[in-house]
């Protein structure tokens, strides 16, 4: 888990240190603590998809609680998304060995801030709850996931799925997914 400053002051995690984009790229999240109408939020997003939900960030007060409640929640969405074969075949067995990290680069932080903004307005104007608000942000176009300069937007939800067919292409049929 990539942590923001302020999210790793909040919880305590210590130092932190650079590391490479997990070679599971589902089990590299990037995760920032934010504030919408006086009520902490925790966006964390998949660092190489943006595929991204959102919990409260009250009563997270160490790096153990956040953990949990972390996995938690990215758990309870993937399955209210349709995807938790993804969550238990490759996220899931790595929820034993959780480390924090630094951002991993400007471009992941720039996606995640512009995200957080529109969070922070669908919160307080549409009164969106945070477990509501993951659908309506993996539906964002974002300039940062294109693949090719042909490509100018993608969505979250389309560059998660693309990590899906890529395991697929590694010899995990699409059936044993579903």
Known sequence: MRLSQKLNTKIKAGK??????NENSYADWSCHLFTADRTQYIIMSNTKSLYSCVMYGAGITDDNRFIERA???????MEDDGQPFVYQRFIAPDNGSVSFAKALNRSVTGSMNDLVNHAKDWLTEDELSPHDLGFRLNDILLSSLARSKSDFYWKPSEAFKQLA???SDEGVSRDDRD
Not at 16 to 21: A, G, H, N, R, V
Not at 71 to 77: A, Q, V
């Open 165 to 167: 067919d890529r395991y």
């Open 71 to 77: 996995l938690s929640t990215i758990r309870e969405f």
């Open 16 to 21: 932190m240190i650079e590391m490479p984009l």
